[in-house]
């Protein structure tokens, strides 16, 4: 069992920043590969961005490129996200999920993906 706790969202204008924290627990946690998902109301969950074990290899979804940073490290079981340039449609609760991959590579598949933390809200204004 992997159990992660998210935490940093909160409101910021349109433009601001907010950086994301998600702290892993119980198994080893540079064996995960780890990932970034959202949901805004009414809206299926969408993959944000991933990262493989090692930090080495990520993968960004096309709306967030340029202004999203994906970071982990391992010797604190902790995985980052840090947004910049906002936009109110990225506005969502996000959730840090953990994947026990076979090679330890990246995803951006909800199914592959074994342990998902309870999520954090982040409101953007216009």
């Known amino acids: 069992q992997v159990q992660l706790v998210e935490s940093g969202g909160g409101l910021v204008q349109a433009g601001g920043s907010l950086r994301l924290s998600c702290a892993a627990s119980?198994?080893?946690?540079?064996?995960?590969?780890m990932g970034w998902f959202r949901q805004a109301p009414g809206k299926e969950r969408e993959f944000v961005v991933g990262?493989?074990?090692?930090?080495?290899?990520?993968v960004y979804a096309d709306s967030v490129k340029g202004r999203f940073t994906i970071s982990r490290d391992n010797a604190k079981n902790s995985v980052y996200l840090q947004m910049n340039s906002l936009k109110p449609d990225d506005t969502a609760v996000y959730y840090c999920?953990?994947?026990?991959?076979?090679?330890?590579?990246?995803?951006?598949?909800?199914?592959?993906?074994?342990?998902w933390g309870q999520g954090t809200q982040v409101t953007v204004s216009s």
């Open positions: 999920a953990a994947a026990e991959t076979r090679f330890g590579q990246t995803t951006r598949w909800a199914h592959e993906y074994n342990y």
């Open positions: 990262i493989n074990r090692s930090g080495v290899s990520t």
């Open positions: 119980g198994r080893t946690f540079s064996d995960y590969a």
